[in-house]
């Protein structure tokens, strides 16, 4: 059966620092994959999809990046964390265009 | 862009007392999905409704798709506390994306 892990759990970074999140998934080839956020309290916002190794689509402009390093591997990344970056951050992987199963996400709280 | 409206925002229930979010679309939605996301936890996929006038149903709950497919809803009947979180809705906009809705937080009062 397909799993998707992220970490870290939580995290608390101070404003001005890098990000680095990863989420792996396992017993699946190809997937799709998909970074949302969301605000405490509101819905999910697409931030980044792919759909191969190298291609990353970006929904919303704004001081993070994403990079699909392996085909079961997405990363999410910033040079330099906001207050505004705070926020649950959510994996997700689908078979092409069917429903979508998100991982255990990250909070992340920039203080 | 496309987007849906989910009503109510937020709903509060005694225990065994029925509930009911909506989802509205002003253009056809070519499939709607719901999801559930329970306090601190990460959305789960519920349901996938493709066909206009569709009714899924899972125990307790029952999804329904508009004639129009400009609509959809999520109706709980007589609910439990472990029916607490939020519930989503969701269309396939583009070949691989989903655009959610705000949500409707249901809690509820044992």
């Known amino acids: 059966s397909q799993t998707i892990h992220q970490w870290p759990a939580t995290l608390v970074q101070p404003v001005g620092s890098p990000l680095s999140l990863e989420c792996t998934v396992e017993?699946?080839?190809?997937?799709?994959l998909y970074w949302y956020r969301q605000a405490a309290g509101r819905g999910l916002q697409l931030l980044f999809y792919?759909?191969?190794?190298?291609?990353i689509s970006s929904e919303v402009p704004q001081n993070l990046s994403a990079s699909r390093p392996q085909d079961r591997q997405f990363i999410l990344s910033s040079k330099k964390l906001l207050l505004s970056d705070s926020g649950f951050y959510l994996c997700?992987?689908?078979?092409?265009?069917?429903?979508?199963?998100f991982g255990p996400g990250t909070r992340l709280t920039v203080t | 862009g496309q987007q849906v409206m989910q009503i109510p925002q937020y709903q509060h229930v005694q225990e065994g007392e029925d509930f009911t979010t909506y989802c509205n679309s002003s253009?056809?939605?070519?499939?709607i999905q719901w999801y559930k996301q329970r306090p601190g936890g990460h959305p789960v996929f519920l349901i996938q409704?493709?066909?206009?006038?569709e009714v899924k149903k899972q125990k307790r709950l029952t999804f329904q798709f508009g004639e129009a497919k400009k609509n959809s809803s999520l109706h709980i009947t007589a609910t439990q506390t472990t029916d607490v979180g939020t519930y989503f809705c969701?269309?396939?906009?583009?070949?691989?994306?989903?655009?959610f809705g705000q949500g409707t937080r249901l809690t509820i009062n044992p």
């Open positions: 017993g699946t080839s190809n997937p799709n």
């Open positions: 409704l493709v066909k206009s006038g």
């Open positions: 997700a992987w689908s078979a092409g265009t069917y429903e979508q199963y």
């Open positions: 253009t056809t939605l070519s499939n």
């Open positions: 792919s759909v191969g190794i190298g291609q």
């Open positions: 969701a269309f396939r906009a583009g070949a691989q994306k989903l655009v």
